[in-house]
């Protein structure tokens, strides 16, 4: 009976030990977004409203969902361990619109359909990365996005551009790579708006 109940006793420990083993490893989550694209500047001169809609915030398909890319050379992985709080790119998106609501500029981003003298903005996402320059090292947030602006009527190009933000993280630390991003985002946004409100301004006044 003594042998039994050790049997049972040993069987449940091991079962137990399985069951540890197999748990998940915790994750943290993070969000990106949240510093001001126009802290501490005001608005710019007064202009007439040139309304803009803005398409879908286009991103590449490694860096999409809820996991931190990194790249090293040719080599790429997720960072273990750290999720975003929702899709990279709602997030980026979000922040992206809140800079066209606090950035005092002559674009007004609509959310409804075009307006006559409308134009359309496209935001492609083509890096969102953390980038190593070898295993180990510091790493820089990395953002590239290439811009159009469209005439809807004619599908006429208005301007494109390409823009390359980057911020060092200052340490290999899941926390510190966030904050690169953070201050990345809010930086590629700054320009993307005062870009879109220069092309736009330029394109009504001539139109």
Request: proline share 4%; hydrophobic share 45%.
């Amino acid at each position: 009976m003594i042998r039994s109940a050790l049997v049972i006793a040993a069987a449940s420990v091991a079962l137990s030990g399985c069951a540890l083993l197999s748990s998940p490893d915790p994750v943290q989550l993070y969000r990106f977004g949240g510093a001001s694209a126009f802290a501490g500047t005001g608005a710019t001169s007064a202009c007439p409203d040139v309304h803009v809609s803005m398409r879908r915030v286009d991103f590449p398909e490694a860096a999409r969902g809820d996991r931190l890319l990194a790249v090293t050379g040719a080599e790429a992985a997720y960072i273990k361990g750290a999720r975003w709080v929702s899709p990279a790119e709602t997030l980026f998106e979000e922040a992206l619109r809140n800079a066209f609501l606090d950035g005092g500029t002559c674009t007004v981003l609509s959310s409804g359909p075009l307006t006559r003298d409308g134009l359309l903005l496209s935001v492609d996402v083509r890096r969102f990365e953390a980038d190593y320059a070898a295993p180990g090292a510091v790493p820089n947030a990395s953002i590239v996005v290439l811009l159009r602006l469209v005439r809807p009527g004619d599908r006429s190009i208005v301007a494109e551009d390409r823009i390359t933000v980057s911020e060092s993280a200052g340490e290999n630390r899941q926390s510190a790579i966030v904050a690169a991003f953070d201050r990345a985002t809010a930086e590629a946004s700054r320009q993307i708006v005062l870009w879109t409100d220069q092309q736009a301004s330029q394109a009504t006044r001539g139109s």
